[in-house]
């Protein structure tokens, strides 16, 4: 127990003092360390890029149901406005000169 506890006072204070970063174990592994260091940067905005581009993909599909929703209820009001009795009924409220044809339509050969 005295040993460990020992060992580790050691390196906490070769780290305090600064000793540990000249010693040859650090300076041998130094691109070691700097490559990890690079990684888990790189690993980090990674992950936050990610998270925004879901973020951002969620927005856009909440757009789309919200635009298939207004597209649904422009269809049915367009499709309510363009049948033949409601035509007929804004003619006459209108006064307007247009007639229902009587005869059916016919095909030029």
């Avoid at 127990?1 to 592994?29: A, H, P, R, V, Y």
């Avoid at 990684?39 to 998270?51: G, H, K, L, Q, W």
């Avoid at 229902?100 to 050969?109: D, L, R, S």
Wanted: proline share 2%.
């Amino acid at each position: 127990m005295k040993k460990k506890k020992k060992k580790i006072d050691k390196i906490t204070n070769s780290l305090i003092s600064g000793k540990f970063f000249k010693s040859e174990l650090f300076i041998k592994n130094t691109g070691l360390l700097l490559l990890i260091a690079l990684y888990a940067f790189i690993y980090v905005s990674n992950r936050y890029a990610t998270r925004q581009e879901i973020a951002h993909i969620k927005e856009l599909r909440t757009q789309v149901t919200d635009m298939r929703y207004k597209l649904l209820t422009l269809q049915s009001e367009l499709s309510e406005k363009s049948r033949q009795s409601n035509i007929e009924r804004h003619i006459k409220e209108n006064n307007s000169h247009l007639k229902v044809a009587t005869n059916p339509p016919y095909t030029v050969k």
